[in-house]
């Protein structure tokens, strides 16, 4: 259909009753060691390239130690909390650059906004039309192809 099945989310609070750790299998960390390092260079790789996008957008240099050590912490205050890891939206932060907004408030907006939407009782998503997700990956494409 046009819309995806509306299903009742579960409560946000109940994330953290998830994590049971007496059901993870320690033993089959030891192998993936060598793939996580693997993963650790290819993001710190990546958060650098959208460091350089950014800077080339703003046409003035940023601190890289500065930026990157913010997305570090930020990971890890997520990973301790349950939460995913996280990079720079780079195309987020051009679009705001490219609109006029130079404040952070935008930040803190889109933050609230998100908030909001993981505590609401109503998976928000389920009323968004699936052709939306298919014309908003192209139009980032476009916009970054020009």
């Known amino acids: ?40 260079f290819v993001v710190a790789l990546s958060s650098s390239l959208d460091v350089a996008a950014i800077e080339l957008e703003l046409k003035r240099p940023l601190d890289y130690n500065h930026e990157l050590s913010t997305v570090g912490l930020s990971n890890c205050l997520s990973g ?10 780079f195309s987020q932060s051009i679009f705001s650059l490219r609109a006029g907004i130079r404040s952070r408030l935008s930040g803190y907006i889109l933050a609230l906004s998100e908030a909001i939407i993981v505590v609401l009782p109503v998976n928000i998503l389920a009323y968004v039309p699936l052709f939306f997700f298919g014309s908003l990956l192209v139009m980032i494409c476009v916009d970054l192809i020009v």
């Open 1 to 40: 259909g046009w819309v995806s099945a509306a299903d009742d989310p579960p409560p946000w609070y109940l994330t953290w009753s998830y994590l049971r750790f007496d059901k993870v299998v320690w033993s089959v960390l030891p192998p993936q060691i060598p793939t996580l390092i693997g993963m650790t």
């Open 80 to 89: 301790v909390t349950g939460g995913y890891t996280g990079s720079y939206i």
